[in-house]
T-cell receptor, first 117, second 114 residues
């Protein structure tokens, strides 16, 4: 079956602009996660959805970042007033069950490479 | 706050060599530990997942061990091949804070030479 997909694969924008990044999870996966990976670093957690609600948004760096998952499937990460420091690869992952399941495995998409000029 | 460290940061070996990648974490209250592979410009591919109650997992030429009490995991790659060249990341899923997020190390960049 299809894995996690993310669009666009690359996004170049100018400082101050608004961007949206999209994630399509694996069909039937109830949990969805966003991570950000800067060059030479491991991914860092941003936000986690269980169904339609954001269960944990503790990793969002500031209020310019926002994410939605209105129908419990596709999710959009929104970044307002982009800054050069936002440049990174944004990774999305999904898992079949919620957090309180020991055998929860996260499957990652290919990522969106965001470049802010 | 959980911190995950991977040593070495980079490794270059000749083809056929057996090798060990190391991962350590500061908080032993984890659900599981996962090893991933990341190719340049690509996403993450899950290699092995070890539950907190397990000591090791094997898949083909890969073997991962977990010593939760000491906060350590190793990924053993047997008979390395040029196709194994990639960055290897370990990540822990914690019991606290909702048990949902993964905390990653910075990775080991492996190059297997002909």
């Amino acid at each position: 079956g299809a894995g996690v997909s993310q669009t666009p694969s690359n996004k170049v924008t100018e400082k101050g602009k608004y961007v949206e990044l999209r994630c399509d999870p694996i069909s039937g996966h109830t949990a969805l996660y966003w991570y950000r990976q800067s060059l030479g670093q491991g991914p860092e957690f941003l936000i986690y959805f269980q169904g339609t609600g954001a269960a944990d948004d503790s990793g969002l760096p500031n209020d310019r970042f926002f994410a939605v998952r209105p129908e419990g499937s596709v999710s959009t990460l929104k970044i307002q007033r982009t800054e050069r420091g936002d440049s990174a690869v944004y990774l999305c992952a999904s898992s079949l069950m919620g957090p309180w399941t020991e055998y929860n495995e996260q499957f990652f998409g290919p990522g969106t490479r965001l470049t802010v000029l | 706050k959980q911190e995950v460290t991977q040593i070495p940061a980079a490794l270059s070996v000749p083809e056929g060599e057996n090798l060990v990648l190391n991962c350590s974490f500061t908080d032993s209250a984890i659900y599981n530990l996962q090893w991933f592979r990341q190719d340049p410009g690509k996403g993450l591919t899950s290699l092995l997942l070890i539950q907190s109650s397990q000591r090791e997992q094997t898949s083909g030429r890969l073997n991962a061990s977990l010593d939760k009490s000491s906060g350590r995991s190793t990924l053993y790659i047997a008979a390395s091949q040029p196709g194994d060249s990639a960055t290897y990341l370990c990540a822990v899923r914690e019991l606290t804070g909702g048990g949902n997020k993964l905390t990653f190390g910075t990775g080991t960049q492996l190059k297997v030479e002909l």
